[in-house]
């Protein structure tokens, strides 16, 4: 059963209204999904991260693949999703949405970061002025959760 499939399955199960942290394991794949709340056709979440052994000792050309692969199939979240950064050394692309979300309290972006070593990792934050950011719950129905696992293994099976 791949980790869509199951992480389906799992978010079936849950109990509403309670946090969790999601971890499913396929193979050389695995997904971990830290939910602030999960209610019966939404939920939460903090951060969204995929580990694979595929990226294991990826070129910053690989990597960059897949973050420009991500780009282009993150179409559904609440913004864009473009490259930031890129770091040579590390081997790691950071990209975020763009534009970003603005109100008067502040700025809500998304943030996605493909590193080698195998980590690919989506998370909401909010800058308030004179504030540090901070991690926000990003607020997703389940189809849009599972969507993400599928578009996530989609790219590191094709690397």
């Known amino acids: 059963m791949s980790i869509q499939s ?3 399955s799992q978010l079936a199960v849950a109990t509403s209204g309670q946090a ?14 830290e939910l602030s709340a999960l209610h019966p056709l939404a939920c939460s979440f903090l951060h969204f991260t995929w580990s694979t052994k595929s ?9 960059r693949a897949a973050s420009d692969d991500l780009a282009a199939r993150l ?5 864009p999703i473009g ?8 081997c790691v692309v950071q990209m975020r949405s763009n534009p970003p979300q603005k109100d008067d309290d502040g700025t809500q972006y998304y943030e996605l970061l493909v590193r080698r070593g195998g980590q690919i990792s989506l998370c909401r934050y909010r800058k308030e ?13 389940h189809e849009v959760l599972v969507r993400l696992a599928g578009d996530f293994e989609a790219v590191v099976n094709s690397l």
């Not at 990226?55 to 990597?63: D, R």
């Not at 490259?83 to 590390?90: G, H, K, S, T, Y």
């Open 6 to 8: 199951q992480l389906q």
């Open 20 to 33: 969790s942290v999601l971890s499913i394991h396929d193979g050389d794949h695995s997904l971990e999904c």
């Open 55 to 63: 990226l294991a000792g990826a070129t910053l050309q690989t990597v």
């Open 75 to 79: 179409t559904y979240l609440l913004e």
């Open 83 to 90: 490259p930031v950064e890129q770091d040579l050394e590390q």
């Open 129 to 141: 002025p004179g504030n540090p950011r901070a991690i926000t719950p990003a607020h997703v129905t």
